[in-house]
């Protein structure tokens, strides 16, 4: 029961830019930062982007996040094969005092 | 370099109850939260909850109170995920994760645990 909506699938060929949405409430997006994570086939998450547009050491600047009111995106510029994972977006939820994730999308390189 | 490392798969009956171990290495155990994420197969990540090593203070997902409940060990530097009354929908991955100080994000992952509820 994700309280953060993202959709299930997008996709594009390499080089293309992507970007995936991820709808919230007040609750959470429109007041804490919010975090992307990359998950590849049979692997752990991996954290991609973190307050709401920081990329941790080691992640490409072909990343990028933003937040608007209670949305958040993340952009895939340059796309390429290895981007091919489930992308998830998460924050703190104040009313639930817990953390959310987003219903995942699956990304696609065609 | 920071690891976690989760215990290994296990398979329970229904109605019974399962430990997932974490154990840290590569920082300072007793200052930064660890949490615990779990993933059923095909579906998404779900937060189940959060504890601080240094007091032992925790935060459960509502939907997990009651039934789980995380300790710790500060001498071997681990986490310990204990989860009650298995139904065949906690069948999942189950991760410890560490929490970036003041970023609510989590910066190192275990490398997950199956566990399998099935009679």
């Known amino acids: 029961q994700s309280v953060l909506t993202q959709p299930p699938s997008a996709s594009g060929t390499p080089g293309q830019r992507v970007t995936i949405s991820c709808s919230g409430s007040?609750?959470?997006?429109?007041?804490?930062?919010v975090n992307w994570y990359q998950q590849l086939p049979g692997t752990a998450p991996k954290l991609l982007i973190y307050?709401?547009?920081q990329r941790p050491s080691g992640v490409p600047d072909r990343f990028s996040g933003s937040k608007s009111g209670t949305s958040a995106s993340l952009a895939i510029s340059g796309l390429q094969s290895e981007d091919e994972a489930d992308y998830y977006c998460?924050?703190?939820?104040?009313?639930?005092?817990?953390?959310?994730f987003g219903t995942g999308t699956k990304v696609t390189v065609l | 370099q920071v690891q976690l490392v989760q215990s290994g798969p296990e398979v329970k009956q229904p109605g019974a109850s399962v430990r997932v171990s974490c154990k840290a290495s590569g920082y300072t155990f007793t200052s930064f939260f660890l949490h615990w994420v779990r993933q059923a197969p095909g579906q998404g990540l779900e937060w189940m909850g959060v504890?601080?090593?240094?007091?032992?203070?925790?935060i459960y997902a509502q939907r997990f109170q009651g039934r789980v409940s995380l300790t710790r060990d500060t001498s071997t530097s681990t986490v310990y995920m204990d989860l009650s009354g298995l139904r065949s929908d906690d069948t999942a991955v189950y991760y410890c994760?560490?929490?970036?100080?003041?970023?609510?994000?989590?910066?190192?992952w275990g490398q997950g645990t199956l566990v399998t509820v099935s009679s």
């Open positions: 504890m601080h090593p240094n007091v032992g203070t925790t």
């Open positions: 007040t609750s959470n997006i429109g007041n804490n930062i």
């Open positions: 998460a924050a703190w939820d104040d009313s639930l005092s817990g953390y959310v």
């Open positions: 994760a560490r929490e970036k100080p003041s970023s609510y994000c989590f910066d190192y």
């Open positions: 307050n709401s547009g």
